[in-house]
């Protein structure tokens, strides 16, 4: 089964994209977690979930140098979680 596609109805709503990569975590399906957060980041849609399960999908990958950069990234963003909340997921 291929990737769900976020539906077009609201492309330009986080909400929908948020909750299907925090789905697809859930079931340990990686690539279509960075499928789904690529769709969102084409729609130019941002939100501090969207952040965090990006953050989360890197921890899970192993990649430090992208986990730094998005906690460096996050840090200078008004109304987001302290980098420190989701350093500790780890």
Same mark, same amino acid.
């Given at each position: 089964?291929?990737?769900?596609?976020?539906?077009?109805?609201?492309?330009?709503?986080?909400? @929908?994209?948020?909750?299907?990569?925090?789905? #697809?975590?859930?079931?340990?399906?990686?690539?279509?977690? *960075? !499928?789904?957060? =690529?769709?969102?980041?084409?729609?130019?849609?941002? @939100?501090?979930?969207?952040?965090?399960?990006? #953050?989360?999908?890197?921890?899970?990958?192993?990649?430090? *140098? !992208?986990?730094? =950069?998005l906690?460096?990234s996050?840090?200078?963003?008004?109304?987001?979680?302290?980098?420190?909340?989701?350093?500790?997921?780890?």
């Open positions: 089964m291929g990737p769900i596609r976020c539906p077009l109805i609201y492309p330009n709503d986080q909400d @929908g994209y948020s909750t299907l990569a925090r789905v #697809y975590l859930c079931l340990d399906r990686l690539p279509e977690v *960075d !499928e789904v957060l =690529r769709q969102a980041q084409a729609h130019n849609v941002e @939100g501090e979930n969207l952040r965090l399960y990006r #953050y989360q999908l890197t921890f899970l990958q192993n990649d430090t *140098d !992208e986990m730094g =950069r906690s460096a996050s840090a200078s963003k008004a109304g987001t979680e302290s980098v420190d909340t989701w350093e500790a997921w780890e």
